[in-house]
Every structure is written in structure tokens, then in C-alpha cells.
């Protein structure tokens, strides 16, 4: 059976705004294929939740490529078969920027 996703405040804050900068300096074009991605790796990690490279400070938080430019952070609740999406990640900043790593 599937997980099911549950998005947390900061996720939805996150993707607003790489969905609003994508926009603004690409194109709509380019954030509906932004979207299309995130959505392909939502649902490989509602068949495969443990799919995600672990986090190195908190061994329950995994993430997951989106783009090149983003990943995504999310954890793993087994027992309630739920994926909580926590937070993106602009891979072209420091690693020390990086709340999960």
C-alpha cells in the first residue's frame, strides 16, 4: 500500500517560492516542468519511502533529488504509512546552509 503525503507549512512555503522565482526569471514553461518532477519522485517515495539518502544529524529525515539545482527533505512515519515533506533544498548553497545534512 501507498504512503500517503502529507506537506508540511515550510514544504508548501518552500515550493511557492521556487515555483514564483522559476516563473519570474525563467518561465512558466520551466516551472510546470519543475512541478512534473517533483511529482515523478512523490511517487516513487509513496511506493519506496526509504529510497531517500538518509540525513546525517536525523536518522528519520531522507532526501530526494528533485532537480539538480533541488532536493527535497522528508520524513518517514512507518506505522501511520506517512511521508512528511519538510523542507527543500537549493543544492547550490553551502552545506552548512543545509538544516538536514
Do not use: C
Request: no cysteine; aromatic share 14%.
Amino acid at each position: 500500500m501507498a504512503y500517503k503525503i502529507i506537506w508540511t507549512e515550510n514544504a508548501k512555503h518552500d515550493l511557492k517560492a521556487i515555483i514564483e522565482y522559476l516563473e519570474d526569471e525563467w518561465s512558466l514553461n520551466t516551472a510546470q516542468k519543475f512541478i512534473a518532477k517533483l511529482y515523478l519522485r512523490l511517487d516513487i517515495i509513496k511506493r519506496l519511502p526509504f529510497i531517500g539518502k538518509q540525513s546525517n544529524k536525523y536518522s528519520e529525515v531522507r532526501k530526494i533529488l528533485i532537480t539538480k539545482h533541488n532536493s527535497l527533505y522528508y520524513q518517514v512515519l512507518p506505522e501511520e504509512k506517512i511521508i512528511l515533506l519538510l523542507d527543500f533544498f537549493d543544492n547550490r548553497q553551502h552545506w552548512e546552509k543545509d538544516n538536514f545534512a
